[in-house]
């Protein structure tokens, strides 16, 4: 049967690697969930995915230690509540993995110290801190590490990330050019729609978990009367046209917003909404939608939170399934560069 051969064919080939993570620095939000997590979950079957939580990237501003703390275990409760199902991928915690740090301080003396200058969240988040730690110079080469010790082919990220993962591809070409074939040389994988979902109060910057103003971000644990609320609010113009005009920010965020929650195509929302006077109809779409989406999204997470138990056993599961595969790399990569085995 031409079909059942397909099949046996298929589950011949060895399945691509994909890794990718978000910090444990608070509740995700709509950027975070559109651009990055409800994407991953569409991978599950057909690839190796590697889920991981980033605590060693968070401290590179400032954070309070209980919160760290209890961030990490809610962040395991985050991926499973977004779909990420601990029995088909492996999420583990950062720094409970020996490797990342060696290995990022491998490549930290192949990158050029004007490279790292050079990374657009290092300018940004740099002119928002007062106190600008190397650390977040060096976030790129951490992520890099994290991304070639497991030899990923792909990372999934928001566009946000791409300059971070074009560091890792040149990172693992220099190296594999100077000590021989090593490493994978990775993609980025970036979903267009629900790419760049930038702030609901000032357009121009993108969403983020840092942004101290709650209002401009919609978190996904937001009850429908706080998503209604906050999209009502939403930074608009005075044109009253549904229009997907780049020069309006805040109406082509909206529309964005749209169409990544409900997967219809911008074209296909315009055409739609070209008859609604005024932004309120608009908007009330815009938050049903959006109240539609995560509402199983919550219901997970309200069910696993608070099970301590629960979430340590499925970090502890990831913990061993990857680090003999970070032990293999970090013991080839000191090989080559010179390092005596111990
Ligand atoms: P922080 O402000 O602390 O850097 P963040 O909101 O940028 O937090 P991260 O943990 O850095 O979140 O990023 C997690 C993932 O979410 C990454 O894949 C990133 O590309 C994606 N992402 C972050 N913000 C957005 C956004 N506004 N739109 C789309 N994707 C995003
Ligand atoms: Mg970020």
């Known amino acids: 049967m031409p079909g059942h051969y397909f099949s046996l064919k298929i589950m011949d080939i060895e399945k691509k690697i994909v890794l990718t993570g978000m910090q444990p620095t608070g509740i995700l939000h709509l950027g975070n969930f559109l651009g990055a997590a409800n994407n991953w979950k569409k991978m599950l079957d057909a690839y190796t995915c590697y889920f991981f939580i980033p605590n060693q990237h968070a401290i590179t501003v400032p954070q309070i230690p209980a919160n760290l703390r209890h961030g ?26 020996i490797g990342h740090t ?37 976030y790129p080469v951490l992520m890099a590490a994290d991304i070639l010790l497991y030899n990923a082919d792909f990372v999934p990220t928001g566009e946000d990330q791409k300059q971070h993962v074009e560091l890792a591809r040149d990172l693992a070409e220099k190296f594999n050019g100077t000590y021989s074939e090593t490493f994978t040389v990775p993609s980025p994988m970036i979903e267009k729609t629900g790419a760049r979902i930038m702030s609901l109060k000032a357009p121009e910057h993108k969403m983020s978990k840092s942004d101290p103003d709650g209002n401009g971000t919609i978190y996904i644990t937001d009850e429908p009367k706080i998503i209604q ?114």
């Open 102 to 138: 060696e290995l990022a301080w491998i490549l930290g003396c192949l990158t050029p110290l004007g490279q790292l200058y050079r990374m657009h969240q290092f300018k940004d988040k740099s002119s928002k801190n007062e106190n600008i730690y190397s650390g977040l110079l060096y």
């Open 229 to 342: 609320k906050k999209i009502a609010s939403a930074l608009t113009d005075s044109t009253n046209k549904i229009a997907n005009d780049p020069e309006r920010p805040g109406m082509v965020n909206l529309l964005n917003i749209y169409c990544a929650a409900t997967g219809i195509a911008t074209a296909d929302a315009e055409e739609k909404f070209k008859i609604y006077q005024g932004y309120a109809p608009f908007k009330k779409e815009v938050a049903d939608a959006l109240i539609a989406l995560l509402e199983p999204v919550q219901k997970k997470y309200k069910s696993i939170k608070d099970d301590k138990e629960y979430l340590q056993s499925v970090a502890q599961k990831g913990a061993e399934t990857v680090q003999p595969i970070a032990q293999g790399t970090l013991s080839k990569v000191y090989r080559k560069i010179g390092f005596l085995g111990n």
């Open 72 to 97: 990490t275990l809610n962040c395991v409760a985050q991926y499973i509540a977004c779909g990420l199902d601990p029995e088909k991928c492996t999420i583990f915690i950062q720094s409970q993995i």
